[in-house]
């Protein structure tokens, strides 16, 4: 079984729509990510947590949110989403200490109309 | 300050031909990483350098740090199908944040 898992790996929604994309992992790792991928730009951070209670806002965190409700469980929101935010998301995790190797899940592919 | 260039965007070869790959940055840091995303699967890291000078190799991947600590450089080998996807270079916002930022990626398409 995967370490880091995504659900959904795909969704195609609406402008307005509020989605929220799940990421769980077994790794038991203190640190999670999320990212954006866009064609041409790399992986850009939209928010990180280093614990439970623990939230930071990344390079791109407008129109997002998130919620660490577990150790294991960290998940982004979109509260009214927007055609622009069509791209491929990532999440990530990082043991502490553990440098900064990070480790990713399978993606998300989200598609706004 | 945070941006990390990486060259060229994308790659066309022929399966056996080697390949290579740089990233630029314009600060001095003393980690550089590589990772490999393959089709439909989130990034996977190749190789880490701590060491500026530092030669580094996982198989037909070869990686090294610039000696002027603000480049690195990855060279693939006697290129196979399964090289196929997309190459990140990525190191530390800054020293010990636990923070990355990524390069634009290097797309390695290879025809058999």
């Given amino acids: 079984d995967a370490d880091v898992t995504q659900t959904p790996r795909n969704r195609i929604t609406k402008t307005g729509k509020r989605i929220m994309l799940e990421c769980s992992q077994t790794k038991g790792h203190d640190r999670m990510y999320w990212y954006r991928q866009d064609p041409g730009l790399g992986l850009q951070l939209i928010y990180y947590s280093f614990d439970v209670k623990d939230i930071n806002k990344g390079e791109i965190s407008d129109g997002y949110s998130v919620s660490r409700q577990a150790q294991a469980k960290f998940s982004l929101s979109l509260e009214s989403a927007i055609p622009n935010q069509t791209a491929l998301y990532f999440c990530a995790t990082s043991p502490l200490g553990g440098g900064d190797t990070q480790y990713f899940g399978p993606g998300t592919r989200l598609t706004v109309l | ?112």
């Fill in chain 2, 1 to 112: 300050g945070q941006q990390l260039n990486q060259s060229p965007q994308s790659m066309f070869i022929q399966e056996g031909e080697d390949v290579s790959m740089n990233c630029t940055s314009s600060s001095i840091f003393n980690t550089w990483l590589w990772y490999k995303q393959d089709p439909g699967e989130g990034p996977v890291l190749l190789i880490a350098l701590y060491k500026a000078g530092e030669l580094t190799s996982n198989g037909r991947l070869t990686a090294q740090f610039g000696i002027t600590r603000k480049d690195s450089f990855l060279n693939i080998s006697a290129s196979i199908p399964s090289d196929v996807g997309i190459y990140f270079c990525a190191r530390p916002v800054r020293e010990g944040a636990q923070k990355l930022v990524f390069g634009q990626g290097t797309r390695l398409t290879i025809n058999p």
